[in-house]
């Protein structure tokens, strides 16, 4: 892990193919008063010694020599050849021999690396961006095992789909591990028997996996209050009271006397507003539980039973009756899988070898509780467990907290606040904009940014102080415009305004101050070529049939035009809905496309139909062949398309496929987040051909090792997900070489789209120390905007 990357002059930086003018050898009294080198042979010579070289040529012949330079100036924290020789490099290597699960030799070296600098460096946080694929989750976990004597009890927030692979793999990993699992609705009894551990030490490694959605979440409560019959003013009357102390709640009059509140008037004023007993000081407010109150055992097993696979109604109600609630919630509870191999009374196996293994996967994403109730768990920690209770927390999947106001994101601070040490897990470290990585080390790591003078202004808001981290570190345009002004009465004049946006980008400077001091990077090729097959990124242009390309152009040119006449009247309402039109069309021609003002509800255009409802598309017609040949080599290939709503294309692709003899599973939205895994593995075990779906449902988490073929219908705009998605079947166990192909549409929309996302790719990368390898960077030429932004601009230049 570098300690920094470059110690660079605050001097304006030169393209990349600038040329270079290097002077020959010559001493300072050789240089003329213009800075050029002359003869020092010849008084008064005119020759020049000029040699001027591109800078990436520069780079190449001086580069080694310029890294020297820097790890002399700059050292990092950890070099294997270096520690290796330390004794606590050495007790932590017999630590990880101890683990069930061995780490590979680079995959040890990141893990080293994380615990010298969280531990004997004593740095607050510490980043391992790690390409997707290379076992985050184990390395994860293999440091917290190092970690374990120092800074005990491990806190892991986690997407809500692989809470239950994080619990697996830390079992699986760790020996003797005991790890709570935060994600039900149990999750306020977990943390009340936690607190009640509170002084008592465990000689189990322990682990508490948070989901992320859990963690956000709010909690349901009413007043708690009971009437009472007093004497007031010589009338009996029935009031509010506190439960504890039974004072009768009071509210004060217009004359400043306490009058006591009627139970409908208390229920009324303390609806929406927590309150305490003014005279013993205990809550007036109590949890209640949402929905249907909890049934009696036999239900609740009753319909547990039922989630697993293979049994239904009738299995449930027989293994009942067999067994009684008591012993099967017990067996669901504390051990799942003395129920996969549960014996009925003459000692023969309840299940099948086939039902077991099925039920053996699901149980891995199982949990069975009979809590009620649902207390913020972020709250509960910072409110009743000491700080630094948790000795380290585990942020997986970490990009997905760098926005400001989001609510999981603040939960995410909060916890970072109450853990000795975090570590963040990302596979894209940031979006190609600066302002990605301002929140997120506001987060995890606020003092150098307060050192620095990036602070909060009095008011508590973040605003200045991430412009300034925009200014000082990213990319920021201004835009002025100038006007005449005829509304003065005395004078002519002109008013300019200054209007300021965000591109993407990030300053050497930057990653050398925050990201580099605290990151681990390690790369699948890192890995070594014994462990994981070669991956391509391709990218295909398609040309659309003569009919549809006509189509497209007339319904352009109609809709860039009223956008124009739009625009020039300060309207901008209509940016999204031509730039979504244009992208989609192509792909959707096959019905007919009428294009409404978002809010006059106007017909702007429409367009007929172009293709059958049977009839293929050149798109689909290049993936039907992409699939039969693939099919034809023995691999399954995993299709991408955004556009499972509204637009839903995934039903068409399936029936294409489908009559031309394929089997096809389509994954959408309605499978459980949490049961994706496995149901994915059910259609693997179907026999299918090809996997549909939207990227977003399996961007994170998911190993679909089964498909080493992945095609992108089209792209969107989220680079994290293109990334992301795109390594779902390049990680180590995957034995076939991988192939990513982008499709487009040639002379359309989606060619900006594809070429904007290279732009974003290249930037992101750039944060992990390396030059874009991604198929998409054939049709990168520059920086820009944003893509939604700059994909306006390209259509409105055309």
């Known amino acids: 892990m570098n300690a920094t990357l470059f110690d660079i002059p605050e001097t304006n930086s030169a393209p990349a193919d600038a040329p270079i003018t290097a002077p020959a050898a010559a001493a300072p009294s050789d240089i003329g008063s213009a800075g050029v080198a002359t003869d020092p042979r010849e008084d008064g010579a005119a020759d020049v010694f000029d040699e001027t070289i591109a800078l990436g040529d520069f780079i190449r012949s001086f580069g080694q020599g310029l890294l020297q330079q820097v790890r002399a100036q700059h050292p990092p924290v950890y070099v294997p050849d270096r520690d290796q020789v330390t004794e606590a490099w050495q007790r932590r290597k017999q630590i990880l021999g101890l683990l069930k699960r061995k780490p590979f030799e680079p995959q040890a070296d990141a893990v080293q690396a994380i615990v010298k600098l969280l531990v004997d460096q004593d740095a607050p946080a510490a980043v391992l961006n790690a390409e997707m694929g290379t076992g985050k989750t184990m390395m994860a976990i293999c440091a917290s095992a190092l970690m374990q004597e120092s800074h005990p009890r491990t806190l892991v927030i986690s997407p809500p789909h692989l809470v239950y692979k994080w619990r697996r793999e830390i079992l699986e990993t760790v020996p003797n591990a005991r790890v709570w699992v935060l994600n039900g609705p149990d999750t306020l009894r977990k943390l009340l028997a936690l607190r009640a551990r509170l002084g008592l030490k465990s000689s189990q490694p322990e682990y508490f996996v948070l989901g992320r959605v859990r963690m956000r979440m709010g909690f349901h409560w009413r007043p708690s209050l009971i009437e009472r019959r007093i004497v ?39 609806g929406d507003r927590r309150m305490r007993c003014e005279h013993c000081g205990s809550t007036l407010w109590t949890l209640v539980r949402a929905g249907r109150p909890i049934e009696s055992m036999h239900d609740v097993v009753h319909g547990a039973l039922q989630q697993l696979p293979t049994i239904g109604p009738a299995s449930a109600t027989k293994l009942l009756k067999i067994f009684g609630d008591q012993t099967l919630a017990a067996m669901l509870e504390d051990n799942v899988y003395e129920f996969v191999n549960l014996m ?84 894209t470290l940031m979006g190609g904009y600066a302002d990605d990585l301002f929140h997120l080390l506001w987060r995890v790591n606020p003092r150098a940014l307060i050192e620095d003078g990036f602070r909060p202004s009095k008011a508590g808001s973040m605003a200045s102080a991430t412009m300034g981290f ?79 390309a006509e189509a497209y152009t007339k319904l352009s040119v109609t809709l860039v035009g009223i956008l124009k006449m739009a625009l020039a009247i300060g309207d901008s309402t209509l940016l999204g809905v031509v730039m979504n039109v244009l992208l989609a069309w192509p792909e959707c021609c096959f019905r007919s496309e009428t294009v409404r003002h978002p809010r006059t509800k106007a017909v702007l255009a429409i367009q007929p139909a172009v293709f059958e409802e049977t009839e293929c598309m050149p798109k689909e017609a290049k993936l039907l062949d992409l699939c039969a040949g693939e099919k ?38 309605s499978v459980d987040a949490s049961k994706r895994e496995d149901w994915v593995a059910d259609q693997v075990d179907r026999g299918i051909d090809v996997l549909v779906t939207n990227p977003e449902l399996v961007k994170t988490g998911l190993d679909l090792l089964d498909f080493p073929t992945i095609v992108f219908m089209q792209s969107g705009f989220n680079v994290y997900t293109v990334q992301q998605a795109a390594r779902r079947s390049w990680r180590i166990g995957q034995q076939h070489d991988v192939r990513v192909a982008f499709l487009g549409y040639a002379g359309t929309s989606q060619m900006d789209c594809l070429r904007l996302m290279g732009k974003k790719i290249a930037v992101s990368q750039s944060t992990s120390g390396e030059m874009p390898e991604s198929g998409l960077d054939v049709l990168n030429e520059s920086e820009g905007e944003s893509i939604e932004v700059a994909l306006a601009r390209e259509l409105l230049s055309a």
């Open 232 to 270: 007031v003013d010589g009338d009996r009357l029935a009031v509010a009271c506190c439960p504890d102390c039974m004072r009768p709640v009071e509210s004060k009059a217009g004359d400043g006397e306490h009058m006591p509140m009627s139970m409908e008037l208390a229920k009324a004023v303390f």
């Open 470 to 548: 925009m200014r000082a570190h990213g990319v920021l345009k201004d835009v002025y415009k100038e006007s005449s002004a005829s509304s003065h009465r005395t004078a002519k004049a002109r008013s300019l305004t200054v209007r300021t946006s965000k591109a993407p980008g990030f300053g050497p400077v930057g990653l050398m101050r925050y990201v580099l001091p605290m990151t681990v990077f390690l790369k699948l090729r890192d890995i070594g070529q014994k462990v994981l097959p070669a991956y391509t990124e391709s990218f295909i242009d398609v040309e659309m049939a003569p009919a549809q």
């Open 344 to 427: 009925d009374e003459n000692g023969d196996l309840v299940f099948s070898d086939r039902q077991a293994k099925r039920m053996e996967r699901s149980l891995a994403n199982f949990e069975f509780s009979i809590g009620q109730g649902g207390y913020q768990p972020t709250e509960f920690i910072k409110r009743y467990l000491p700080r630094d209770y948790f000795g380290l927390l585990v942020v997986d999947e970490g990009h997905e907290y760098k926005n400001e106001g989001s609510a999981q994101g603040q939960a995410m601070g909060v916890l970072a606040s109450q853990c000795s040490k975090v570590l963040l897990l990302t596979g």
């Open 632 to 669: 034809a080599r023995g691999r399954k290939v995993l299709v991408y398309s955004i556009y499972s709503g509204t637009r839903d294309t995934t039903a068409r692709i399936r029936m294409l496929l489908e009559a031309r003899g394929f089997k096809v599973g389509v994954l959408r939205a």
